[in-house]
């Protein structure tokens, strides 16, 4: 599977972004999507993702309420709407596979197979 993650930029805080994660090599099929991010200095850390299979979503406590995930079948490709941005949201942002994943594990950098090359956001106060 190759990953295509897009959509990222500069804006301003309380601004808003649309991440895109396109596919290709094969369908998504039972997979989890996920999005993560990294920060200067700091480590990945999950922020979103979603059960292909089921539309299933799951949340960091630092996005939720602000983000939504969401997939068009179409397309095989995910987005990462993201509202309300913080600075504190500035990073690089990587969209990922975990092939087959048991729900457990979506929120587990570790479970996750495939990675994008990644689209950096960044916000400003």
């Known amino acids: 599977v190759q990953l295509q993650a897009s959509g990222g930029g500069e804006v301003q805080a309380g601004g808003s972004l649309r991440l895109s994660c396109a596919a290709s090599g094969r369908p998504f099929s039972n997979d989890g999507v996920g999005w993560f991010r990294q920060a200067p200095g700091k480590g990945r850390e999950f922020v979103a993702a979603?059960?292909?299979?089921?539309?299933?979503?799951y949340y960091s406590d630092s996005v939720k309420g602000r983000s939504t995930i969401s997939r068009d079948r179409a397309k095989n490709t995910v987005y990462l709407q993201m509202n309300n941005l913080k600075p504190a949201d500035t990073a690089v942002y990587y969209c990922?596979?975990?092939?087959?994943?048991?729900?457990?594990?979506?929120?587990?950098?570790?479970?996750?197979?495939?990675w994008g090359q990644g689209t950096l956001v960044t916000v400003s106060s």
């Open positions: 990922a596979v975990n092939a087959g994943a048991i729900t457990s594990t979506m929120r587990s950098r570790d479970a996750y197979d495939y």
């Open positions: 979603i059960r292909w299979s089921t539309s299933a979503t």
